[in-house]
């Protein structure tokens, strides 16, 4: 892994830890649009529950700290694909 790619990847996590500290409490521009759109008489439950939803660990509460270790858990998970499916795709052209 080069430095490059190892910066990001602290960029993120810095981000992540940050984020939910200087994010807003109200809701986004996308679910308040979806808010005003969506009829209520059409049922809005999920296919599949979300492990972590509302950007928290349900078992550790909706505190902060709870939404910075969903948020290092998903940039991990999602660096973790990108970086085993760019592995593969540079495996291929070689």
Same mark, same amino acid.
């Given at each position: 892994m080069d430095k490059f790619v190892l910066g990001g990847l602290v960029v993120a996590i810095l981000i992540a *830890? @940050?984020?939910p500290y200087l994010a807003s409490s109200d809701p986004d521009g996308l679910e308040s649009a979806?808010?005003?759109?969506i009829n209520p008489e059409?049922?809005?439950e999920a296919v599949l529950e979300s492990p972590m939803p509302d950007y928290v660990i349900p078992s550790l509460g909706e505190d902060p700290v709870s939404g910075v270790v969903a *948020? *290092? *858990? /998903?940039? @991990?998970?999602?660096? /973790?694909?990108?970086?085993g499916l760019g592995y593969i795709l540079k495996k291929k052209e070689t």
């Open positions: *830890i @940050l984020a979806a808010e005003k759109i059409v049922s809005d *948020i *290092i *858990i /998903g940039v @991990l998970v999602v660096f /973790g694909l990108a970086y």
